[in-house]
Structures are given as C-alpha cells and as structure tokens.
C-alpha cells in the first residue's frame, strides 16, 4: 500500500439522513448542507427516465456520452471533443490531479474551498499550497501570481467560490491567465455558475478557445438537480482533451444518468425558474443577516457563508429542529444551502430567536 494512502485524511461524508433522524428523534431532517436543488428535478427527467429502454441494461452506455455532448458543445459553441465527461465532477477531480501531478509537483489553491482539490493532489503525492482569499472573500490573483514556482502544474478556482460564494468576473479571470506560465493549467470549477444573476456572460468558457492552459467545469448536482445521477464534465483546449480522455475510465456515465442529463439540459425553462427563485431567497438572506449584525459574503451560489462566534451552538439548534447545515469549514463559520421559501422562514425564525436569547 502507498505510505501516503495510510496517512492520507480522507473525505468524510454525511451520515444518512435516515440515521441521523433516528438518532435524534426526529421524523424529517432538510439537509441544507450540501447545496443540493430543493426544488427537486425537471418533470421531463422523471419522463424520460421512465421512458428510458430497460432492455438496455445489460448493454454498456455510450463511451462518449455523444447525444448529451452534442448538446453541451452547441450550447457553448464548443468542437464536441473539447469535451470530458465524468461521474460527476469528483471523478473529473481525479482525472486531472491524474494527468497533471506526479510527486514534487506543487497545486496552487485559493481557500477556503472544495477540500476535493487538495485530497487529490496528496494521494499523488504533490505539495499542495494554499493561498488565502481577501477579506471579502473573494479570490486573491496578485497572491496566487506571487506563489508560483517552476513546480507549480494546478491552480484551482472555484467561481463562485464554495463556501465564501464570492464570484470573480471572467475579465479578472483572463487576466490571471494571462500572467499564469503556459506550463501550468489554471482549472476553473463552475459548479454553481448556474446561479450567478449579477454578471452576463459569467461562465469562463469561451477562454478555452484562447489559451490552452485553462480548463472550465461544469455539473449537472447543482441548478439542474441532478446530484444522484452523477454527471459533470470538463471543458478543455483540443490540445489537451484528447490527453485527459486516456485516463477516463471507459463507460463512466450511466445510459440513465446520461438519458437523465439531456432531458434536464433541454429544459433550461426549469433552470431559470430554479435561479429566480434562489436569488429572491439569497437576497432575503442577506437582509437578515444584516439585520441581526452577522458578518457574510456577497453569495452569487446557492448557500450563504456566515460567521458568528456561537456557530457550534446554532447548528445545534438548527438540527434539533430538523435543519442539517454545514459546519467545520473555518472557525466560527457556517454555511448554509439556501431552501425553500417555507424552510427559509423558518430557519430565520429559529434563528432569530436563538440569538435573541443569547444577547438576553
């Protein structure tokens, strides 16, 4: 076994939900810690899943996924082999720390962030180095431009940002490039950049047709609401694609996840429905935090990131009452995934109340 697996801290993820309301007495639990759609999926997924030809199920899918990437390359006005499919975007993680990192070499990441990045990066035994985002929670290029060395082969972005939800323009964004040695791939991760109501174009993708060394990535766990079916892909240069293609694993995406993916693509009326009303509850948020004097980050994604001294104690509480949001990602702070209309009321109730019986 490698030294590093033995040492390595892995991923942790959520105990059940079902396990958790056993443990705690409780009938429902609302994870809003995940940043999962609470809105569910598209109708038309539901159809076409049931459509979907059973027979199949002995037969592998299409290797290249090529119905659902005709789709993505149209809509983004990209050659269909730029792109790479992979079981969500973990599986796509994998495959660049992959390709791009061998022992020595360095990652570049902004943090606080996806803990995906760095975890990959170990098990190649790279050295990860982190860099600090502003105090405004938003991405600091002149710092990430300072700490690049000759070993430097991946710097992560996410944008929005997770957790902070701070977003950078793309013009801030080819700028950095710019400035970044064409040895080392800028990987720009927009998982939740369906959610951005505040810049047009907001996506960085139309950069993967000047410079070769930027890679964007997309998902489909987010805005399309389609977490359990594991999808994600990521865009790259020609130059690059072909290359990253010989470490996928063959027949990754499922015929159902992939028949489950086109419909929820086609049907951006859903998307936009899910965005209008994610940004009037962001906003509502916003106002209550202000209100109750509590530090938070301009969010453009489908979370809040928040700080308070008794966030242990308000977690707490908020579980008691059946809301799971996420903890242990900085001291003092939380975030939590936005909801429903009727959730958010009464989340913001029970905090309301939590600390005015603190200050009291």
């Not at 944008?159 to 064409?182: C, D, H, R, W, Y």
Request: aromatic letters at 10%.
């Amino acid at each position: 076994m490698k030294k590093i697996i033995q040492e390595l801290n892995p991923y942790v993820p959520e105990k059940p939900l079902q396990q958790l309301q056993d443990e705690l007495g409780l009938k429902k639990i609302v994870r809003l810690s995940a940043n999962e759609n609470p809105y569910g999926t598209s109708p038309k997924v539901k159809r076409a899943i049931l459509d979907w030809d059973y027979d199949l199920s002995n037969r592998y899918p299409d290797s290249s996924a090529q119905e659902l990437r005709d789709l993505v390359a149209e809509k983004f006005t990209l050659d269909p082999s730029q792109i790479v499919f992979g079981v969500g975007l973990d599986e796509v993680i994998v495959m660049l720390s992959r390709v791009f990192l061998q022992s020595g070499d360095e990652e570049l990441v902004s943090v606080p962030n996806f803990s995906e990045y760095a975890l990959h990066a170990e098990i190649e035994e790279a050295v990860i180095k982190e860099v600090a985002t502003k105090k405004n929670g938003q991405i600091n290029f002149t710092a990430l431009l300072e700490n690049i060395t000759d070993k430097t082969k991946l710097i992560w972005l996410c944008n929005p940002n997770n957790p902070t939800g701070t977003l950078e323009t793309v013009a801030s964004i080819e700028k950095f490039v710019q400035q970044v040695p064409k040895e080392t791939m800028v990987l720009v991760d927009e998982a939740y950049i369906d959610f951005v109501t505040e810049q047009e174009p907001a996506t960085a993708m139309d950069l993967t047709k000047k410079y070769p060394n930027i890679v964007v990535m997309r998902t489909f766990s987010k805005a399309y609401g389609l977490a359990n079916f594991r999808v994600g892909y990521a865009v790259f240069s020609n130059q690059i694609a072909g290359e990253v293609q010989k470490v996928r694993l063959p027949y990754n995406v499922s015929s159902i996840a992939q028949t489950a993916a086109i419909a929820a693509f086609k049907d951006q009326n859903f998307v936009d429905q899910v965005v209008a009303k994610n940004a009037l509850e962001r906003t509502k948020y916003e106002d209550f935090f202000q209100k109750l004097d509590l530090k938070f980050y301009h969010s453009q994604a489908n979370f809040v990131f928040f700080e308070t001294a008794a966030a242990h104690e308000l977690a707490q509480v908020l579980l008691e009452n059946g809301y799971l949001i996420r903890t242990g990602l900085r001291p003092n702070w939380l975030r939590l995934s936005i909801g429903t209309p009727k959730d958010n009321l009464k989340i913001q109730k029970i905090m309301a109340d939590f600390f005015d019986s603190v200050l009291n």
